[in-house]
């Protein structure tokens, strides 16, 4: 199992669930809202002035999900496709490995 966070525009969310709910696989997910500024030396490749000041600290949200590894590249490859605007501040998406995973609903072990 891992989990997969992804941070990407908020305006892109409802895409986004719209997306992952036509996967069969798709394992559910949370979402947090977060706020987030760029690194240093990616805000330099956008032009000096007010883009990049406005840039800092902007509204985004935190997708979270755990999956089988089977299906983390479809996944990750379907939040990248939809949240891709090809702009600075697109988001970021990465997958941690999950030594145990219980369902609340299921008996502990």
């Known amino acids: 199992m891992f989990e997969i966070k992804a941070v990407i525009r908020p305006a892109k969310l409802d895409i986004l669930r719209t997306a992952l709910r036509q996967l069969p696989q798709f ?3 949370s979402v947090i809202k977060i706020d987030g500024c760029s690194a240093p030396w990616v805000e330099q490749s ?3 002035g007010i883009k990049r000041d406005l840039l ?4 985004k949200v ?3 999900m755990v ?12 939040i990248h496709r939809v949240a891709h605007t090809g702009r600075v501040g697109d988001g970021l998406i990465w997958t ?6 219980v369902r609340i609903t299921a008996p502990a072990d």
Request: proline content about 16%.
């Open 27 to 29: 394992p559910g997910m």
């Open 56 to 59: 800092d600290y902007t509204p």
């Open 96 to 101: 941690i490995p999950v030594e145990r995973f």
């Open 46 to 48: 956008e032009p000096a």
């Open 67 to 78: 999956a089988p590894e089977d299906v983390v590249g479809l996944l990750c490859d379907t």
């Open 62 to 64: 935190m997708v979270v």
